[in-house]
């Protein structure tokens, strides 16, 4: 069965839960910015595997890469261009952990009254992150923050995170993207984020 257009779309959100629409186009289903790649699907999941340590159920594109179409409440419809992002959601819980505790170690070395307030804006913007349950590694890179050498396993998992994103660019299928990720402790994290923007597009449309 092929893809839904952006209208189709709009009736079927319209017409199903959420989540039964994020299970079926987001989780599932060919990836449309793979259309004419068929290499590609092949290439992400064995680079990922191996620059990551993740199995091959650990990962999926979303967003408008598998869509064809922007699924994020303040641009739907926007189609997918030849300048638009692929994103990839990653659901690890041991790397998720990992991230976790290393920041939950570091603001006990730091405490409440050593923080300046890049500190507290530094760890607000996890808080906020862990609070709908993902983290995005990118922004762990260079924190800026104080007591930093508490966090160099954090830094080094960051950096780790970027090449092996970054790296897919020496691979023709990716090289004219930017391809990015985002780490959830469980699927059901990533089903609740994906609905909930779903279920805000839905609002949008019935207004």
Known sequence: MSRPNAEEFRQVLLSRSPEAVAKEYIFSGEV???????DAPWLLTQHLCRTLDLGALD???????RTGFSLDPDKFPAEFSETSD???LVVNHTLFDAVWNNIV???YRVGGAMRSERDNQWLGARRRELHKGYFEPNNLRNPGVSGADSLAELRDFSTRWFDAFQSLSWH????????SGRLYR?????M?????NLRRIAEQLRK
């Open 86 to 88: 692929i994103d990839v």
């Open 186 to 190: 469980t699927w059901d994290f990533a």
């Open 172 to 179: 023709p299928e990716f090289a004219a993207r930017r391809v």
């Open 59 to 65: 990962f999926t594109v979303v967003g408008s890469g």
């Open 32 to 38: 449309y910015a793979f259309k004419g790649l068929p």
């Open 192 to 196: 609740l984020y994906q609905a909930d």
């Open 105 to 107: 170690e570091w603001s």
